[in-house]
């Protein structure tokens, strides 16, 4: 692959992500890999409540990551919802659940460990995945627009045909990524390991 084609697709990936060596990534993966995987009845109540945050004015925040000590947790800046509670998988095991199709924006999934899980057809809009385990992990035909994927693993994972305006994936690791058939307007690639990726 010619490197300006890489560039012209992938834009800002000529140039240097920010300074993440004060990041412990292994610890977060370990972390969220050690505990307990979320059951299916676990995740429709999360989702219940996630809705009725939505419906009662939690929507059109914005994510901030913040260092604490080693260790990046998501910050939700935004409206407060009279009822409900916003979705929050961050640091959670999600291996043993379906997460395809499902209705998930502004929800956080900071450093979860989610490798080969599916996505597919999801609505994960402004979610935040930085510091996410999501290796092979399919996101086929999802809408993320505006997500934060900053310093995710994503070695060998599904965008195909994926709405990502906007999103940003500072510092990934894309090996192997597909991305055949994106949407992608204002993506933001700094850092980001592109080795073998299909466009």
Known sequence: MKTSALERFFPLSDLPGADCSQINTRRMRSLAMSGDPINRTQLMDTLAMHHLFLENGGAG???????????VIGIYEG???????????ERLNL???????????????????????TFAGADLTSSLFTDAALEKTDFRNCKLSRSDFSRADLRQADFRNATLIGVDFENCDLSAADFRGAR???????GAILDGVKY
């Not at 925040?61 to 260790?71: A, E, P, T, Y």
């Not at 409206?79 to 998988?89: H, K, R, Y």
């Not at 291996?95 to 899980?117: G, R």
Request: aromatic residues 12%; contains cysteine.
């Open 61 to 71: 925040g914005r994510w901030k990551s913040l260092l604490v000590k080693d260790i």
């Open 79 to 89: 409206p407060e919802s009279d009822e409900g509670e916003q979705a929050n998988f």
């Open 95 to 117: 291996t043993k659940v379906d997460l395809s199709a499902l209705i998930l924006p502004f929800a956080n999934f900071c450093a979860c460990f989610a490798p080969q899980v």
């Open 184 to 190: 992608m307007e204002h993506t933001r690639f700094p």
